[in-house]
């Protein structure tokens, strides 16, 4: 086992054979759509390793410990490198995609610690949360502009909380962690109060000291405990999600999409809105710079009623819904 981990950290150059993965026949990969836009599929090394530790009934601390000293051994991408290797695996390059691969074993690492205790155990948690990094790069479009990990940390998220589902278990969340959610909360709510405005992610990492993933982190966990109605996550477009996503009252604190990076996936599609359609998003949501507005004071921004501004948003919504389905994307975590 430790020649073979070591074989495959180190990043032994030596082709290896890349062959077609059955991952609904690997246990606790599960199965994941084409890691890259080639016809071949690429085995998740860290995941082998972590998988046959568990077979092996040999999964311990020590592993955990050695696991977490291997992946430290990577950089951290910059923009560039993401833009450049984004591209390059997307063309088939094995070798480039390896390097987007590992470069975000990291955040991997920390956004599944934030999971514990949820009724799944660790290793677990790491093994999806490296299958949300494989389907990120096999989704990354470079040429949207916004960074692959951005990107990764709603597909990474997305695989931890479908496990936990699956589970059927209920979300425990640690004292600790309720009580830097409620100081957070009380820091927005503060802000918000004081700026007239939503605060940006940006300025709630300035007030708190906490960085901009600790922060998007524990609004996760807040958001994991709210009881969400099953048609927001469907395929289908029902009104319960018009409803949530149309709601004048839908100001509060958790909602900190303004200045966040969220807002920059948002601004990159909006371009395909008819430009009515655009303003209206900009208005309701607070995009490019606009304050968020209700129905009413958009229409009379806009030179229309509100029913048209209600008519218009939903038809907005359901095309940048149809446009974010195709890039992989869930539009109610973009507006949550």
Known sequence: MKNKTQELVNGNEEEQDVQECDLKNKGVLGSVQEVTNNQTEVVDEFTEILKNSR???TFNENILYRYYSEVGQYPLLTAEEEQKYGLAAREGD???WRYLFKGNLRLVIMIAQRYQNQGIELHDLISEGN???MHAISKFEPEKGFRFSTYAVWWIRHYL???IMNEGRTIRIPIHVNKAISRLLTVIKELSQTLNREPTINEISDKTGQSIYEIMDLMAYHESTLSLDATIRSDQEGSDFYHLVSDDNADDATEILIGSEKLVILQSFLHHLEPQARR??????GVNGQSRQTLEKTGELLGITKDQ???SQMKALARLKE???ENG?????ILS
């Open 161 to 163: 909380s479908n496990v």
């Open 280 to 285: 209206v998003i900009e208005y309701r949501f």
């Open 309 to 311: 501004v209600r008519y």
């Open 94 to 96: 094995l070798q480039a």
């Open 131 to 133: 299958l949300g990094v």
């Open 323 to 325: 446009i974010f389905d």
């Open 55 to 57: 077979n092996e009934n």
């Open 329 to 333: 994307i869930e539009l109610c975590d």
